[in-house]
């Protein structure tokens, strides 16, 4: 009899253990294809997204490329860079934005880039969310939509490619064609220029490295 209890002991544990297994292993598989989906920072997943942004945008940005004359590469790249090539790109919450657009509205900031208390009169706590969160697949803040004088939708919808090109084209297109790619990047994510001494003042310090990279990804054919 206790060899019998034995024998159950042993298959409760293989079970178990095997089980344990399968879970850890579904974890690592799952983990693993969050992150080539998501183009976070890891090489592995700069596979993945050079073929999403390739499938999801590259018809697109061809076609807008050409309108507004911008490098098909540095596009291509910012946009995986940016938000991994995903389609719907997602959204995020500037807390920091957020504040700084309150500020302009009540009149203790007189400005905030371009924005000024003019442009936010009417807008609530919703609106000024909305304005304080980036959108598409290049990662556009809200209220760069003012400059555009555009809507949030055109932004974050089916005519984010063509919005988020425009612009490039006003803010920055002339450094993207005389062919200053170091500084595009820098001024896409901070609005300043690539630091003639010091180190970068993008979020993740890779920021520019990575996105000179996927440059040359998106420049061979795949």
């Known amino acids: 009899m ?5 024998t159950h002991t042993l ?11 399968v879970l850890l292993l579904s974890g690592i598989i799952t983990s693993e294809l969050n992150r080539r989906i998501d183009g976070q920072w890891k090489r592995p997943g700069e596979w993945w ?3 999403a942004t390739e499938k999801n945008y590259g018809a697109e940005v061809q076609k807008w490329s050409e309108h507004y004359d911008l490098p098909v590469p540095y596009l291509m790249a910012l946009i995986q860079l940016e938000s991994g090539g995903r389609k719907p790109a997602g959204k995020r919450f500037e807390v920091h934005v ?10 203790s900031l007189e400005h905030y880039e371009n924005i000024t208390q003019e442009h936010l009169t009417e807008a609530n706590d919703d609106a000024l969310r909305n304005l304080a969160t980036s959108w598409g697949p290049f990662q556009l803040m809200g209220y760069k939509c003012i400059l ?4 949030i939708r055109d932004i974050r919808g089916q005519d984010a490619v063509q ?3 425009e612009w490039i084209d006003i803010t920055y297109g002339n450094v993207l064609r005389k062919g200053k790619y170091q500084d595009a990047f820098h001024l896409h994510n901070t609005g300043k220029p690539f630091p003639k001494s010091g180190p970068p003042l993008t979020f993740h310090p890779d920021y520019v490295e990575k996105g000179l990279r996927l440059m040359d990804a998106h420049e061979t054919p795949n």
């Not at 206790?2 to 034995?6: A, F, G, H, Y």
């Not at 298959?11 to 297994?21: E, K, Y």
């Not at 555009?148 to 809507?151: A, F, G, V």
């Open 2 to 6: 206790p060899t019998k209890d034995k």
């Open 11 to 21: 298959i409760r544990w293989t079970w178990a253990s095997a089980g344990l297994a």
């Open 49 to 51: 997204g050079l073929q």
């Open 98 to 107: 957020f504040d700084r657009l309150q500020d302009v509205q009540n009149g």
């Open 148 to 151: 555009l004088e555009r809507q």
């Open 163 to 165: 919005a988020g090109i």
